[in-house]
T-cell receptor, first 112, second 113 residues
Framework: DTAVSQTPKYLVTQMGNDKSIKCEQN?????MYWYKQDSKKFLKIMFS???????INETVPNRFSPKSPDKAHLNLHINSLELGDSAVYFC???????????FGQGTRLTVV | AQSVTQLGSHVSVSEGALVLLRCNYS??????LFWYVQYPNQGLQLLLK??????LVKGINGFEAEFKKSETSFHLTKPSAHMSDAAEYFC???????????FGQGTTLQVKP
């Protein structure tokens, strides 16, 4: 009964391809996030959705597009992948605006 | 803008020794503060949090942290390190405007036998 689950866990792809990462949470939370962890393990928020509505959109290239079909799902689609997109992407959810976030296991994206 | 600074990117202790991981924050309003642990190839797990009330908060796995407003600190401690504590530790503050979590750069804890 994984609370926040992401698929796939590993993703290796060539430059220029388009890929998607899926995320689902069964915690009943209203808010979901995408975070990026770079090679130095620094974590930075990319997007946040609340009840399917985009509320945070950090300075992220337009090639990244989140989609939330319902409040339990938040997917991340990436177009025209670049080498610099290689990182670990974490999905997270939280019950409220200022509360802790619960993280998925991460998706390690490697662009070759 | 709020920010979090973790002093020491790498901390090494012997098994059984005190663990002290330092975190300082900058915030114009009382913050909500969190410590997370990340084991290799895994996601982040919440260790403990401070929102309001008691400034000494206890978390999982024997960890605790004390919120000191005068020092703008939220250091994480554990009296006796176990080998299983070896991991990456992140301090985070909740942005009071947007609610997003702002993370420190992380501290790698090494536990030597």
């Amino acid at each position: 009964d994984t609370a926040v689950s992401q698929t796939p866990k590993y993703l290796v792809t060539q430059m220029g391809n388009d890929k998607s990462i899926k995320c689902e949470q069964n915690l009943g939370h209203d808010t979901m996030y995408w975070y990026k962890q770079d090679s130095k393990k620094f974590l930075k928020i990319m997007f946040s959705y609340n009840n399917k509505e985009l509320i945070i959109n950090e300075t992220v290239p337009n090639r990244f597009s989140p989609k939330s079909p319902d409040k339990a799902h938040l997917n991340l689609h990436i177009n025209s992948l670049e080498l610099g997109d290689s990182a670990v992407y974490f999905c997270a959810s939280s019950p409220g605006k200022y509360t802790e976030a619960f993280f998925g296991q991460g998706t390690r994206l490697t662009v070759v | 803008a709020q920010s979090v600074t973790q002093l020491g990117s790498h901390v090494s202790v012997s098994e059984g020794a005190l663990v002290l991981l330092r975190c300082n924050y900058s915030s114009s309003v009382p913050p909500y503060l969190f410590w997370y642990v990340q084991y290799p190839n895994q996601g982040l797990q919440l260790l403990l949090k401070y929102t309001t009330g008691a400034t000494l908060v206890k978390g999982i796995n024997g960890f605790e942290a004390e919120f000191k407003k005068s020092e703008t600190s939220f250091h994480l401690t554990k009296p006796s390190a176990h080998m299983s504590d070896a991991a990456e530790y992140f301090c985070a503050v909740s942005d009071r405007g947007t609610g997003k979590l702002i993370f420190g750069q992380g501290t790698t804890l090494q536990v030597k036998p």
